[in-house]
């Protein structure tokens, strides 16, 4: 399978504590996103990476989310001190990159449970 | 108000139906419009993506899209049990050089009966 693959997939924690999620994204892909859902709504964008350079970061990123993706390959996303309101799916997607448009496909998500 | 409303739902059809999801924006600089079916507790799965307004064909989905009217559409044909998911919509503008973060409706449950 040569789809983006997120570890874990589930993640249960108790506040406070810190976390730390991968993904890799499909071979040859150089832009990888990171996104949030909640129960009940569509993904929210985070962040995104051009291969390992972070170029955009939403304001929903707290200053606790920190994100890498170190030479362009994988990326961590990590949750410090975390609160029950992170509880969420975070999904990665990776993209090819240029063209007109920027196809995205998406990982299984790692779903994160804060007590 | 979001940029992009959708009808959560849940929607409940007979098998064999033809089934219209919809979606309506408000960001004129949308230009590249997906639609994605997410299963429960999976990640999102890319059904189609269109740039231009009119309709595009694949198999037993059409996607439809009305840059006029900010409107576009997901139509399932033949509609079986196995469409029973989650419909998202996701748009972004075209950046020449930069990401294209998509902006998600809240999606569309779809239930579809035997």
């Known amino acids: 399978d040569t789809g983006v693959s997120q570890d874990p997939r589930h993640k249960i924690t108790k506040r406070g504590q810190n976390v730390t999620f991968r993904c890799d994204p499909i071979s040859e892909h150089n832009r ?7 129960l009940g ?10 291969n390992e350079a972070q170029l955009e970061k939403s304001r ?5 989310f920190s994100a890498e993706r170190p030479k362009g390959s994988f990326s961590t996303l990590e949750i410090q001190r975390t609160e029950q ?15 007109r448009g920027d196809t995205q496909y998406f990982g299984p998500g790692t779903r994160l449970t804060v007590l | 108000q979001k ?3 959708q009808d959560p739902g849940p929607l409940s059809v007979p098998e064999g139906a033809i089934v219209s999801l919809n979606c309506t924006y408000s960001n004129s600089a949308f230009q590249y419009f997906m639609w994605y079916r997410q299963y429960s507790r999976k990640g999102p799965e890319l059904l189609m993506y269109t740039y231009s307004s009119g309709n595009k064909e694949d ?5 439809q899209v009305d840059k006029s009217s900010k409107y576009i559409s997901l139509f399932i044909r033949d509609s079986q049990p196995s469409d029973s998911a989650t419909y ?21 449950q779809l239930k579809v009966e035997l």
């Open chain 1, 60 to 64: 929903l990123l707290s200053d606790r």
């Open chain 1, 41 to 50: 709504q569509g993904p929210e964008f985070l962040t995104y990476f051009q």
């Open chain 1, 85 to 99: 309101g992170d509880s969420a799916m975070y999904l990665c997607a990776s993209s090819r990159g240029g063209g």
């Open chain 2, 3 to 5: 940029e992009v409303e």
């Open chain 2, 88 to 108: 998202l919509c996701a748009m972004s503008p075209i950046l020449t050089g930069g990401g294209n973060k998509l902006t998600f409706g809240t999606g569309t």
């Open chain 1, 32 to 38: 990888l996103y990171w996104y949030r859902q909640t």
């Open chain 2, 59 to 63: 198999g037993r989905f059409t996607a």
